[in-house]
């Protein structure tokens, strides 16, 4: 740290930089993305070793570091695990308070997935229920195809 700083008054300017850019999902991500686009459908890839199917799919097992392969469709409604509720507005939230992120256990799934919950009442959310994926009507190819998972019963 230079001695300036002890000698200077700091003045900071708030800035904003916007920085275009793309990048690839690779092949595992791409597959993914388009079952969600085309066909309204969430897939999971299964490890040959610990048999456990990861979703979203995913090239490599986190805890075996082996390469899945076998391709396995899930349900489009899980159990939440557990969530968070927000309540502050912001720019860069893809919902208007309230709403929620919450882990999402799918059916077929041995992963929990995480997204967004919204269209019920907050107050009512518990961890244990069960929620349904909301797709948008127009899709493009990405995780916010889903536009929420949606609490059943509450
Ligand atoms: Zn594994």
Request: aromatic share 10%.
């Amino acid at each position: 740290m230079g001695k300036w700083i002890e000698e200077v008054e700091e003045l900071v300017h708030p800035g904003r930089i916007k920085v275009p850019y793309t990048w690839s999902v690779g092949e595992v991500g791409s597959r993914f993305f388009i079952e969600l686009r085309d066909r309204q459908k969430i897939f999971g890839t299964r490890c040959p070793a610990c048999q456990r199917v990861l979703v979203p799919a995913r090239k490599i097992c986190g805890q075996c570091f082996s390469q899945t392969g076998e391709w396995v469709e899930v349900s489009t409604q899980g159990t939440v695990q557990t969530f968070t509720v927000v309540r502050y507005s912001s720019d860069v939230q893809p919902l208007r308070p309230p709403f929620g992120y919450g882990i999402i256990q799918l059916g077929g799934s041995d992963t929990g997935m995480t997204h967004l919950l919204s269209g019920s009442d907050p107050a009512k959310w518990r961890i244990g229920m069960r929620a349904q994926a909301v797709f948008k009507e127009k899709r493009v190819g990405n995780i916010l195809d889903i536009a929420y998972f949606q609490p059943l019963g509450v």
